[in-house]
């Protein structure tokens, strides 16, 4: 039962590479979310979307670019990477958005910039 | 004011003891109460909701929501070393359309055997 599903774990970029993370879930949620966490500021919402074929901003969305592949998918690309963009990412998946916050996150990708 | 706030600890505890974890918040509007559980290097997953005022017990594990004095708490009795991981809480409201989920910056958890 694999739930979501983070690529890559872990990945090191220089300052203006590009990269895209990937995310995928097997549970049929129609909600899916980014997240960065960073040491004394909690869980950022980057971007969401809460069904297949729309996305929205969230909290941080600057310098990102998602995109809602399929109702399982949902990637974020980093255009041109930043040393504040060095966090931990995390996909998160729900059945509904709005439905009392049950999200299903995935294990997380370690991203560095250098 | 951040809108939600909670001691990141860290908080060390002997094994079987009973733990309080809180949080604060300012937006009068948050209806369902979440506390996470994270463990080192996972994702965060869903411990337990309340919605409104209250109480909600599963386990060893009690939330408490007072929205009077916008407080929440998480207690833990008879704590085990594998409880020892990062207390989240989150809190939701509705907000053009969609839920805002907004969550606390995590409490960090030893309990020692």
């Known amino acids: 039962n694999a739930g979501v599903t983070q690529t890559p774990k872990f990945q090191v970029l220089k300052t203006g590479q590009s990269m895209t993370l990937q995310c995928a879930q097997d549970m049929n949620h129609n909600s899916m979310y980014w997240y960065r966490q960073d040491p004394g500021m909690g869980l950022r919402l980057i971007y969401y979307s809460a069904s297949e074929g729309t996305t929205d901003k969230g909290e941080v969305p600057n310098g990102y670019n998602v995109s809602r592949l399929n109702k399982r998918e949902f990637s974020l690309r980093l255009e041109s990477a930043a040393p504040s963009q060095t966090s931990v990412y995390f996909c998160?998946?729900?059945?509904?958005?709005?439905?009392?916050?049950?999200?299903?996150f995935g294990e997380g990708s370690r991203l560095t910039v250098l | 004011q951040k809108e939600v706030e909670q001691d990141p600890g860290p908080l060390s505890v002997p094994e079987g003891a009973i733990v309080s974890l809180n949080c604060t918040y300012s937006?009068?509007?948050?209806?369902?109460f979440m506390w996470y559980r994270q463990y080192s290097r996972k994702g965060p997953e869903l411990l337990m909701y309340?919605?409104?005022?209250g109480n909600k017990e599963d386990g060893r594990f009690t939330a408490q929501v007072d929205k009077s004095s916008k407080y929440i708490s998480l207690f833990i009795r008879d704590s085990q070393p594998s409880d020892s991981a990062t207390y989240l809480c989150a809190m939701s409201e509705w907000e053009g359309g969609s839920e805002k989920l907004v969550f606390g910056k995590g409490t960090k958890l030893t309990v020692n055997p």
């Open positions: 998160a998946s729900s059945e509904l958005a709005g439905v009392t916050g049950e999200l299903f």
């Open positions: 309340t919605y409104s005022s």
């Open positions: 937006n009068s509007a948050f209806q369902y």
